[in-house]
């Protein structure tokens, strides 16, 4: 492939809801542009842009893909995103190579949560967009629907510069209302369609769409508004100018009709792309940090070479693949730059242009362009790379942290040893998850964004690397507290043979505020204990307060007041004493009214809003407080406190409840206490469990 400069680059993201069509539609601009020799099919497997097994088994877009078209002597790379909620963050973080964006919408459903989700991300990046009204061949399709939605949601900035031909399986090409000219479609054919002249039955609503269309682009620009108000209409050549200026400066976001999966409307998709989406070049200026000091940067092929990594992955046979976009200078084949973050030295040998999972080598790549190159030593994810001397770093997306963990176990010993190495290869990839161990259960636990998130990661440590994993829910961290007050003594006292061991204290306990943990008062005078064992009697207490009382869980958020004990001058002993507060500890708990605390997680749930009410009355049995409520367009946000005992199953609950069409997220609040009849069951299972480890033990 040839190298182009900044001015004929075009970096489009693809998104939108799941299922909305974005992966049919890039195969489809692919295979129009001849970059590939026929048109390939989601349900056959075999698209350029899902070639992950997971994506093939599930027919879904699980991570963003790059494919490369070239138009009218420009290149356009396609950015092929996610559109589930469970692997949006993959699409906010690719956007960051995006210069614009197509969204799409369900010809049949309109705009749902996700559409609003991603325009959100654009709004954040400014990206200039248009919006593909997808699907329209499908049954119960409308445009005039559709568009509606788009409107209500997006306001009237969303303007259509095309109207159909046809509806649902009759569906069979545009009319194009800034040049008035209609274009019709073989289906399944080569994307190109025939100009004809405007079918009679269309002609009225053609003319009324250009005229919104006309108002629309003269509102922005005075002059196009003065000849509006002159002559009550526009040259093609003013709608031209005025919609791509309209474009760049988000004022207009047109909307374009399609049937990717019948591969009509692909030519004039890729006419629209080059003629009014911006080039790199274009683009406002990046903030970025150089020389410690935040300043704005263009994109521009002059100066020295940069570049950021937007993604990641990993392959068990090529290693780690970097995708990057260039941000400045022209970055050359076998080029050494610097990680600035890191500090050390990177070769980028066998510089390529992603096809898909496929790279074809390229001699460099200018400003703006995207690449990959394989097998880095110390990059990732959101590293900036550059020539020795620029000290500039791009700033990386902010994603939002796993909303599920779920434990995970290796089935072998041999699967144990390698399990660690594995999960951190995907880690690499998914900067999404996260993988810990819980310091209370012991448990390794594996975070992302649903279950459905972590079950790929564990389909893909077994067929990449051979680990073989289970899943199970993982356990609750509960903590003991106390909610009264206790004042005892503790004594130890042993004779043996030789030296005994003796040791008494007496001690106060009392409650402390959630989040406090533990206090420790020493209020000995007179030497009733010598100071030597004083620090052993508060060991002694916090080593039993680890085991808890009632059911083995930490105990926290209490105060001991250390006043009076007694000694012997050769039986006493740092253990002894030890001994001594263990017995003060469970003396006290008899007294000091024991209970269990719970983890309240912050929940927040985005819904369409004719799901509230069923989701308000489910977070209500889970004993939750819904603590705020939000309408933004169709969608309902719903913020509650939920214990997260509660929560473990709730992607999946929320998917049935919603057909798939909510999302939530979850992050840790605070402790509470656990009501009465739940406590009881907890502690009757606690000591179940302990009991059966005592039995396997003999």
Not at 263 to 274: K, M, P, R, S, W
Not at 535 to 557: H, Q, S, W
Not at 634 to 655: C, G, K
Request: hydrophobic fraction near 40%; include cysteine.
């Amino acid at each position: 492939m040839k190298v182009y400069e900044s001015k004929d680059i075009r970096n489009v993201g693809v998104v939108g809801h799941g299922d909305s069509g974005k992966t049919t539609l890039t195969a489809g601009l692919l295979f129009t542009a001849g970059a590939s020799n026929r048109l390939l099919r989601v349900d056959e497997g075999n698209t350029i842009t899902d070639f992950d097994e997971e994506e093939i088994q599930r027919k879904i877009t699980i991570s963003t893909a790059v494919a490369v078209a070239e138009w009218k002597k420009a290149k356009v790379n396609l950015l092929d995103t996610p559109g589930y909620n469970i692997f949006i963050n993959d699409t906010r973080a690719s956007l960051l190579a995006a210069d614009a964006a197509l969204v799409l919408v369900d010809g049949v459903a309109g705009v749902e949560v996700q559409t609003e989700k991603v325009w959100q991300f654009a709004n954040e990046f400014r990206l200039p967009r248009a919006i593909v009204v997808n699907k329209l061949d499908r049954e119960r399709s409308e445009f005039t629907r559709a568009l509606e939605s788009i409107q209500e949601i997006f306001g009237r900035a969303a303007v259509p510069i095309q109207i159909p031909i046809g509806a649902e399986r009759d569906f069979k090409g545009v009319v194009d209302l800034i040049r008035m000219k209609a274009y019709t479609y073989t289906p399944d054919g080569d994307g190109k369609g025939v100009e004809g002249e405007i079918p009679a039955s269309l002609a009225d609503g053609a003319r009324k769409a250009q005229e919104a269309l006309v108002e629309m682009v003269a509102e922005g620009n005075d002059a196009l508004m003065e000849e509006f108000f002159d002559k009550g209409t526009l040259q093609p050549e003013q709608i031209v100018e005025g919609l791509r200026s309209g474009v760049r400066e988000q004022r207009i976001f047109p909307v374009l009709c399609s049937s990717a999966l019948h591969n009509i409307g692909a030519d004039l998709i890729h006419n629209f792309i080059v003629e009014n989406l911006p080039s790199p070049a274009e683009r406002e200026p990046v903030t970025a940090q150089v020389d410690g000091k935040e300043a704005d940067c263009k994109i521009a092929e002059s100066g020295l070479p940069s570049l950021f990594v937007f993604k990641t992955t990993a392959d068990p046979f090529a290693g780690r693949i970097t995708y990057f976009k260039v941000m400045s200078g022209i970055v050359k084949n076998d080029a050494n730059l610097q990680n600035v973050e890191r500090g050390t030295q990177e070769r980028l040998a066998h510089l390529s242009i992603p096809q898909g999972k496929t790279l074809q080598p390229v001699t460099e790549l200018h400003a703006g362009d995207i690449g990959a190159v394989a097998k880095l030593k110390d990059t990732l994810t959101g590293d900036t790379l550059a020539e020795k001397g620029l000290n500039v770093v791009y700033p990386p997306v902010k994603l939002s942290e796993p909303s599920i963990a779920f434990a995970i176990e290796a089935k072998s010993r041999n699967d144990e040893d390698r399990m660690g190495n594995a999960v951190h290869r995907i880690l690499e990839e998914d900067q999404s998850l996260r993988f810990y161990r819980d310091p209370q259960t012991r448990e390794f636990l594996l975070a992302g964004a649903g279950q459905q998130h972590v079950e790929i990661v564990v389909s893909r440590l077994k067929k990449r690397y051979s680990v073989d994993v289970t899943l199970k829910a993982p356990k609750i961290p509960y903590r003991e507290t106390i909610r009264g007050t206790a004042d005892v003594q503790g004594r130890h006292k042993k004779q043996t043979g030789g030296h005994g061991q003796f040791g008494d204290c007496w001690i106060k306990m009392m409650p402390l505020e959630r989040g406090a943990n533990f206090e420790f008062v020493n209020e000995i005078f007179g030497g009733a204990i010598p100071k030597n064992f004083i620090p052993a009697v508060e060991k002694g207490i916090l080593e039993a307060a680890t085991n808890g009382f009632l059911a083995g869980y930490p105990m926290v958020d209490f105060k001991v007041v250390l006043y009076d004990g007694s000694y012997h001058d050769v039986d006493s002993s740092e253990l002894a004493f030890k001994l001594a507060a263990r017995k003060a500890f469970k003396a006290a708990m008899q007294q000091a009214k024991p209970a269990l605390l719970e983890p309240i997680m912050n929940v927040e749930i985005q819904a369409p809003v004719e799901f509230a009410g069923d989701l308000m009355g489910d977070l209500n049995g889970r004993r939750g407080r819904i603590s705020g409520m939000d309408t933004k367009g169709s969608t309902q946000f719903i913020r509650a406190q939920v214990p997260m005992a509660e929560m473990l199953n709730y992607q999946n609950d929320l998917t049935a409840m919603t057909q798939g069409r909510a999302s939530f997220t979850m992050e840790f609040d605070h402790y509470d206490f656990v009501p009465q009849l739940q406590a009881e069951k907890i502690i009757a299972a606690a000591k179940a469990a302990k009991t059966g480890e005592e039995e396997e033990e003999e």
